[in-house]
């Protein structure tokens, strides 16, 4: 009954920017963090940068001074700016919502979206 829907992935070049997006929707009490990972051909997938309630976070050393997270808590959404973008970047880019569903049942489930590509050329 969750759905997390990224957006904005797409080609560019080297040195380039890119902004994701990510909407959690359905039977959502509480988020209590989201993030990003990506997975490039052949390797494990692996995170990027997370953020959770409250507002901190945290990122992969390969991002950090390049890559930004933010939410906006009333929209359910999540952001990534990726400036100075690498060929190295290039992968599938899947947003992750660590949500509780019910007020009444304190469990935290893991969802994820259906992932956007990112390809940066060289």
């Known amino acids: 009954q969750v759905q997390l829907v990224e957006s904005g992935g797409g080609l560019v070049q080297a040195g380039g920017s890119l902004r994701l997006s990510c909407a959690a929707s359905g039977s959502i009490f509480r988020i209590n963090a989201m993030g990003w990972y990506r997975q490039a051909p052949g390797k494990q997938r692996e995170l990027v940068a997370a953020?959770?309630?409250?507002?901190?976070?945290n990122y992969a050393d390969s991002v950090k001074g390049r890559f930004t997270i933010s939410g906006d808590n009333a929209k359910n959404t999540v952001y990534l700016q990726m400036n100075s973008l690498k060929p190295e970047d290039t992968a599938v880019y899947y947003c992750?919502?660590?949500?509780?569903?019910?007020?009444?049942?304190?469990?935290?489930?893991?969802?994820w979206g259906q992932g956007t590509q990112v390809t940066v050329s060289s």
């Open positions: 992750n919502g660590e949500i509780v569903i019910s007020q009444g049942i304190s469990i935290t489930y893991t969802y």
């Open positions: 953020i959770v309630k409250g507002g901190s976070s």
